[in-house]
């Protein structure tokens, strides 16, 4: 890991950006997180890291959010028309009889958010039946 490489954390914290690492191996975030203790802090080590990449396309999986919609694994026609598969949004169309399911590759879409599927998982609530 480096400085300017995007992180995707352990314990629901989502993806963050390193600032700073010290010389002892400790990195600074960009943005500060909760502790497991509850406290905030913007200073962890390597063991806090599920995965690390100077490309945040690269830190996305199925079942997180970008830009508020959630991204699935799909299969689509690119404009060679080969095939192709890959992270996708669902882009829904209409007709008189149908539902018509296209596909927008996340790799031409313009990231402004994300929220993972373990963010979304802990601030969602549930309603009992």
């Not at 079942?63 to 829904?92: C, R, T």
């Given at each position: 890991?480096?400085v ?36 905030e ?57 149908h ?31």
């Open positions: 890991m480096k300017g490489d995007y992180v995707r954390l352990d314990r629901c914290q989502g993806i963050n950006r390193i600032d700073e690492i010290d010389e002892i191996g400790t990195f600074y975030l960009e943005d500060v997180i909760g502790d497991e203790w509850g406290d802090t913007f200073r962890l080590d390597t063991n806090d890291v599920i995965k690390s990449s100077p490309n945040i396309i690269d830190l996305i999986g199925v079942g997180d959010y970008v830009n508020g919609s959630e991204v699935m694994s799909a299969d689509w026609i690119n404009e060679n028309g080969e095939y192709e598969e890959g992270l996708a949004f669902p882009m829904y169309a209409e007709d008189d009889l539902i018509i399911v296209n596909w927008l590759p996340l790799k031409y879409v313009e990231i402004h958010s994300i929220v993972t599927k373990e963010q979304f998982s802990q601030m969602e609530y549930r309603i009992e039946e």
